[in-house]
Structure formats: C-alpha cells, structure tokens
C-alpha cells in the first residue's frame, strides 16, 4: 500500500500542468513582456490558483488547462491594419505583379472606401424609395379614406333624420288614433 503524503493528488497534476502552461506563455511572450502583463491572473493561473470555484463546476473529461492561456492578450482597442489573401483573375495576374507592393495597398484600400461609399449610396437610396413609397401609401390612403368617412357620416346623418321623421309620423298617427279631439289642437313638427 502506497503512502498517501508522496503519492500526488489529481488536483495537484492538474495545478502542475497549469503551471507549466504559464511557464510556456511566459516564454512565448518572452519579447512582448507588455502583452503577457496585459493578461489577468485567472487568465494565466486559471480559477482554482484564485479560489478553485469554477475547477468544481467542469467535467475532469471536458477540463484543458490550456485553453485559457491560447486566448490572444488584447493589446489595443479600436482597428488596426491586417493583412488578406485576395484571389486576381487570370488576365490580371501579370498587371497585378507589376504593380509595386505600396501601389496596390493603395489600390485597394481605395477600391473598399469606392465601395463603402456605394453601399452607402445605395443604402440610402433603398431607405429614401421606401421612405417615398410609405409617404405615397399614406397620401393615398388619407385621400381616399377621408372622402369616403364624410360621405358615410353624411348618409348616417340623412338616415338618422329620416328615421326620427318615421318614428314621429308613426308616434302621431298613434296618438291621433286613440285621442281625436285631443291633437288637432296640438302643432305638429316636422324636421
């Protein structure tokens, strides 16, 4: 039976190889020292050197101590240059040698600000022809409701009228019917 103060626990294996993964980045930083100071200490240690939370919640198959430390440091913040891989068609490939290596940044950063501007351009125009197509829409639906909502109020007026013109007739026809005497003195009024 093997003695359990020298035999390692599997925690500390892990810790180890933790450890030796910092000795690695420290090492691929070695003429950057500014992008391995920018990384946090649970980016370099891991969680458990600051706590040992986060070690409990993952599965042991899934764990690679490595993965925090293959995260690039982020050293600046806004855009910066990059370089492309661009595919030339073939009956431009010997232009595009002869053009010096200054002239065809130039190139193509201009040919991407030519672009943005006319995607912006036609962005704009799309956004103004709906914008038209809406006010048009609008326009119509304002001339053509409107029109129509006083006609019908009109005709609901006129029916209203008409229909209280009935209800009186009935109402005197009615009373004159049962009182003879009675309503020939009265004045009738008629809308």
């Known amino acids: 039976m093997p003695d359990k103060d ?89 232009f595009f040698d002869k053009i010096p290596m200054e002239e065809r940044t130039k190139l193509f950063n201009k040919l991407l600000r030519e672009y943005k501007s006319n995607l912006d351009i036609n962005t704009k125009k799309q956004k103004t022809i709906k914008y038209i197509k809406h006010l048009i829409l609008s326009v119509l639906t304002i001339l053509i409701s409107l029109p129509v909502m006083f006609i019908v109020v009109k005709k609901s007026i006129e029916l209203t009228i008409r229909n209280y013109k009935d209800v009186q007739y009935n109402f005197e026809k009615l009373y004159e019917s049962k009182n003879h005497n009675r309503f020939n003195d009265v004045h009738r009024t008629i809308y």
Do not use: W
Request: avoid cysteine; charged fraction near 35%; charge should be negative.
């Open 6 to 94: 020298n035999e390692m626990d599997f925690d500390e294996k892990k810790e180890i190889e933790k450890l030796q993964a910092t000795i690695r980045s420290m090492s691929n930083f070695s003429d950057d020292s500014e992008g391995f100071l920018s990384q946090s200490p649970r980016a370099l240690m891991g969680d458990s050197a600051l706590g040992g939370f986060a070690e409990a919640e993952q599965n042991d198959d899934d764990y690679d101590p490595y993965a925090i430390l293959e995260r690039p440091a982020a050293r600046q913040k806004g855009p910066k240059s990059k370089k492309f891989v661009v595919m030339v068609d073939a009956e431009n490939v010997e």
